[in-house]
């Protein structure tokens, strides 16, 4: 081949190759197992809101987003032809879009985790109110710092899904002739 034909592998670090997207099942299935077994670990682990429990809220919030953008990826283009640049662009949007989710799923496991606390306390309260009560207490106490939390969110978010893009480009077949998918 020749660094002139669109189907090469210098058209495909160029952006203008057409790949076949593979099938992603297995690696959806590989990456729902640790963020299964962190969100059981969490949920009866972790006690209030330290560090470690934040930061484990927003690890597993992350792997959410991830498998469930790439379920809805393979669901949507799993075995279509599409060019290299159509592939980067879907993943940079979407994982920025999923990036600025993680946050927020993971304030939403903190209050989840605090109102299970409350169940086995000594008054025993309700789930509902208690999460609620822990939803409110949690968005107020980081609201001052939202902006900041969305910003790197998006960022990490971005710069995630260009690097799965790339993982999923490099592991495609390049193809020739076939009819074009668009993102």
Same mark, same amino acid.
């Given at each position: 081949m020749t660094p002139e034909e669109p189907w090469s592998s210098e058209g495909a670090s160029q952006g203008g190759a057409t790949v076949r997207i593979p099938g992603l099942?297995? +690696?959806?299935?590989i990456l729902a197992t640790p963020v299964a077994i962190g969100l059981g670990v969490f949920l009866k682990r972790y006690r209030g809101t330290d560090r &470690?429990?934040?930061?484990? %809220?927003?690890?597993?919030? &992350?792997? +959410?987003?991830?498998? $469930?953008?790439l379920a809805w990826f393979q669901r949507r283009f799993g075995g279509v032809a599409m060019r290299r640049q159509n592939l980067r662009w879907i993943g940079f949007r979407w994982g920025a879009a999923g990036g600025a989710c993680a946050g927020g799923i993971g304030v939403v496991l903190l209050a989840a985790r605090w109102a299970i606390d409350q169940l086995g306390g000594p008054v025993g309260e309700q789930f509902a109110p208690a999460f609620s009560r822990a939803l409110v %207490? $949690?968005?107020w106490t980081t609201l001052p710092g939202l902006p900041v939390y969305l910003a790197v969110g998006t960022l990490l978010g971005a710069i995630l899904g260009l690097g799965v893009a790339e993982a999923i480009g490099s592991c495609a077949r390049p193809v020739r002739g076939a009819p074009l998918a668009e993102g």
């Open positions: 099942w297995p +690696i959806v299935v &470690t429990a934040m930061a484990l %809220a927003v690890l597993v919030g &992350t792997g +959410i987003c991830l498998v $469930l953008a %207490a $949690l968005w």
